[in-house]
């Protein structure tokens, strides 16, 4: 690679972060259940440097959530916009959660971004008992675009770093 393409590449990927942050509207979420590691997703909210979830208690993962303040979210890109499958544009996070009260002075704005984002189905959602929003705070994070570019995501700002193999 010459040095040209190694100052754009930090730029070009930093693009395509971008693209996961706005054209991704779930999240995986890797959470640590009583039985183990569980698999599950959920519509997000990326505001600030931080995302937002609003899920149901119901849901095994909101109860691992309360019960662990660390989290692994993935943003991949979707099958059918891949060239590969085997080598998908990615970011990866490690997440502190902490859940955001509904008389917190940030809970109102946030889901109003939320219903924003993801439609009128959030009021339905609002009016039900059992769910909880929670905010994600970035600690580390990795981008990975096809084969063999790697991006150390360096947070708070996600800034992009090259990982050299």
Do not use: W
Not at 30 to 36: E, F, K, M, S
Not at 41 to 53: C, M, R, T
Not at 82 to 104: G, I, P, W, Y
Not at 137 to 154: H, K, Q, S
Request: charged content about 25%; aromatic content about 8%; some cysteine.
């Amino acid at each position: 690679m010459s040095r040209k393409e190694e100052r754009q590449a930090p730029e070009q990927a930093g693009q395509q972060l971008i693209n996961l942050l706005e054209r991704c509207k779930t999240l995986q979420l890797a959470t640590l259940g009583q039985d183990g590691p569980e698999a599950s997703y959920s519509p997000f909210l990326f505001d600030e440097g931080v995302l937002f979830i609003f899920v149901s208690q119901l849901a095994s993962h909101t109860q691992n959530l309360i019960n662990s303040s660390a989290v692994g979210v993935m943003l991949i890109e979707d099958e059918t916009d891949s060239r590969n499958l085997f080598a998908r544009n990615r970011m990866t996070l490690q997440c502190h959660v902490s859940e955001v009260k509904v008389d917190a002075k940030a809970y109102e704005p946030v889901m109003d971004l939320y219903r924003q984002r993801h439609g009128s189905t959030v009021d339905l959602l609002r009016t039900l008992p059992d769910f909880v929003l929670f905010r994600l705070t970035p600690v580390r994070g990795r981008l990975i675009l096809g084969f063999g570019r790697a991006f150390r995501i360096n947070l708070p700002g996600f800034e992009l770093e090259a990982i050299e193999s």
